[in-house]
């Protein structure tokens, strides 16, 4: 079973550094879409900037076609004015060249208008475009600095998934099916006992339990947790069963799950979870 437990450790260090792997693989496209997402929306700004600036230079060239009509109509007032024969027709006359020249005068100062606002829209918009550019030149850079992360990344990730593989053909069925679920409910499924304590709960384990995990010839789970433990002087040489301590004593403690023995089929392993969950429950 110290075996077992071994391949058990070493498969929990490889579904855990995939799981750091995964979650980076995760983050950094999410990354890279909030670049895109701020590039989108500083050209879609730039973008608008470029139509506001194309419809005041439509508006200026319309008063400008409107202000040499306006003066061709003053020409065509003084010829008027000048073929007169009546007060009457002249008064008519110099009002309706009066009228128009107060008209180009005001449509001559709306143009001006225009031309300074279009003027200083095409600096605004020049110095924005230089931005964008940057941004996007910027965005371009991390894009590939990403997905060359993402490429290591998924790289070890596959390496990690053959070596897992190769772990799970040496380790029992039911054993192997023991921790994925605990792994699935729990995220840690195999924890050290350190001194009659559990390390995934640290909580105390009874003392008949902490001397069975020093026997090192079964599948133990935490009578809190329900994880599987072991006793954490298991991992070193066999020379460090002579040195196994005494059981903590205890005052009172949870009753501790079947064991899975070496032996035991996936059935029982599986009922002995099943049984020892249920007093939790009821507990």
Same mark, same amino acid.
């Given at each position: /079973?110290?075996?077992?437990?071994?391949?058990?450790?070493? +498969?929990?260090?490889?579904?855990?550094? +995939?799981?750091?792997?995964?979650?980076? +693989?995760?983050?950094?496209p999410e990354k890279l879409d909030s670049l895109r997402r701020n590039l989108a929306?500083?050209?879609k700004m730039l973008q608008a900037e470029q139509d506001n600036l194309a419809q005041v230079e439509k508006w200026r060239r319309e008063q400008e076609a409107q202000l040499r009509q306006e003066e061709e109509q003053i020409v065509k007032a003084k010829t008027k004015l000048?073929?007169?024969?009546?007060?009457?027709?002249? /008064?008519?006359s110099q009002r309706e060249v009066e009228n128009t020249r107060k008209a180009?005068?005001?449509?001559?100062v709306e143009v001006l208008k225009l031309l300074e606002a279009i003027e200083q829209s095409k600096k605004s918009i020049e110095a924005h475009a230089v931005d964008v550019n940057a941004l996007?030149?910027?965005?371009?850079?991390e894009e590939a600095v990403i997905n060359g992360r993402i490429a290591e990344l998924q790289s070890q990730a596959d390496a990690l998934r053959g070596e897992r593989d190769a772990f799970i053909t040496e380790i029992r069925p039911d054993v192997l099916r023991r921790y994925n679920h605990i792994r699935m409910r729990?995220?840690?499924?195999?924890?050290a006992v350190t001194d009659g304590v559990c390390q995934g709960c640290h909580m105390a384990i009874p003392p008949q339990l902490y001397n069975i995990l020093q026997r090192r010839n079964s599948l133990e789970l935490c009578p809190t947790c329900y994880r599987i433990i072991y006793w954490d002087k298991m991992m070193d040489d066999d020379s460090a069963r002579e040195e196994a301590p005494a059981a903590p004593a205890a005052t009172a403690a949870p009753a501790?799950?079947?064991?899975?023995?070496?032996?035991?089929?996936?059935?029982s392993a599986d009922a002995a979870t099943a049984a020892a969950t249920s007093e939790h429950k009821v507990a």
């Open positions: /079973m110290r075996e077992q437990l071994k391949l058990l450790e070493e +498969l929990q260090k490889h579904d855990a550094r +995939l799981q750091e792997i995964e979650g980076q +693989l995760k983050t950094l929306k500083v050209e000048a073929a007169v024969k009546t007060s009457k027709e002249y /008064m008519a180009v005068a005001e449509r001559e996007r030149a910027e965005v371009e850079q729990r995220g840690l499924a195999i924890v501790a799950p079947t064991a899975v023995e070496n032996d035991a089929s996936p059935a």
